[in-house]
C-alpha cells in the first residue's frame, strides 16, 4: 500500500487560510469517507483534528475544517495562528483485512 | 480519563529482540481496535500493527513475519514483540486505539524510542 499523497510544506500568515492536500486513490480516499487529519507538533504524539472526512472532535477549534472530492481529501486552518505551525497528516481506511490505517507523507505548516 | 502508557524502547543491536508495552487506563482494550504506529527520525507515520476487538491481527508488510502483536485484557496492555531488528526499524513506537471501527486513532500514547544499531 503506497502512501497518500501530500505536499511537504504550506504556508501562510497569520489570519490567512491555506489548505492542505491529500491525494489517494479509488481503493483509499475515493472509496470510503473515512479520512482523518491528525496535527502533530515537535516531540510530541499526533492529535486527530478531523475524522470521516468532515467531523471535528470537540475541543478542536472551529477554524479546523475537511473535505473530500474523489480520490483527493482537503484540510483548510482559517484563521491561521502562530500555534497552528505544526506537521500534518492525513490517514484513509484502506480496508479492513488488508491495510486498513494509510498514512499521508506529511505537510509541515509554516506560520510566516 | 482515558490513557497510554508505552514502555519498552532501547537500543538494541541489529538481529535483536525487544517488546513493547502500551497500558491502557480509562477504557478496556478488548473492546477497541489497538494499533502501534511508527516514526522514524525526521519521518512520517506508519502504521505498524492492529489488534482488532474480535481477536484478528494485521501487519504492514515491513514487518510482517517479524513483529507480533498480542492483548493482555486481565492487565488492560497491548505489546509488541519485535524479533530480528533492523536499521530502518528504528522510531518511535506509538500506540493508538480505534474506537472500534471508527477507522481513526482518537487517543495515542506519547511513544517510545527503539534505536536499533550496533
Known amino acids: 500500500q503506497s502512501a497518500l499523497t501530500q505536499p511537504a510544506s504550506v504556508s501562510g500568515s497569520p489570519g490567512q487560510s491555506i489548505t492542505i492536500s491529500c491525494t489517494g486513490s479509488?481503493?483509499?480516499?475515493?472509496?470510503?469517507?473515512?479520512v482523518s487529519w491528525y496535527q502533530q507538533c515537535p516531540g510530541k504524539a499526533p492529535k486527530v483534528m478531523i475524522y470521516e472526512a468532515t467531523q471535528r472532535p470537540s475541543g478542536v477549534s472551529n477554524r479546523f475544517s475537511g473535505s473530500k472530492s474523489g480520490n483527493t481529501a482537503s484540510l483548510t486552518i482559517s484563521g491561521l495562528q502562530a500555534e497552528d505551525e505544526a506537521d500534518y497528516y492525513c490517514?484513509?481506511?484502506?480496508?479492513?483485512?488488508?491495510?486498513?490505517?494509510?498514512f499521508g507523507s506529511g505537510t509541515k505548516v509554516t506560520v510566516l | 480519563e482515558v490513557q497510554l502508557v508505552e514502555s519498552g524502547g532501547g537500543l538494541i543491536q541489529p538481529g535483536g529482540s525487544l517488546r513493547l508495552s502500551c497500558a491502557a487506563s480509562g477504557f478496556s482494550v478488548r473492546s477497541n481496535y489497538m494499533s502501534w504506529v511508527r516514526q522514524a527520525p525526521g519521518k512520517g507515520l506508519e502504521w505498524v500493527s492492529v489488534f482488532y476487538s474480535g481477536g484478528n491481527t494485521l501487519y504492514a508488510d515491513s514487518v510482517k513475519g517479524r513483529f507480533t502483536i498480542s492483548r493482555d485484557n486481565s492487565k488492560n496492555t497491548v505489546y509488541l514483540q519485535m524479533i530480528s531488528l533492523r536499521a530502518e526499524d528504528t522510531a518511535v513506537y506509538y500506540c493508538?486505539?480505534?474506537?472500534?471501527?471508527?477507522?481513526?486513532?482518537?487517543?495515542w500514547g506519547q511513544g517510545t524510542l527503539v534505536t536499533v544499531s550496533s
Open positions: 490517514c484513509s481506511y484502506g480496508g479492513s483485512d488488508t491495510f486498513p490505517y494509510v
Open positions: 493508538a486505539r480505534d474506537l472500534t471501527s471508527a477507522w481513526f486513532f482518537d487517543y
Open positions: 479509488s481503493n483509499d480516499v475515493g472509496r470510503y469517507n473515512l
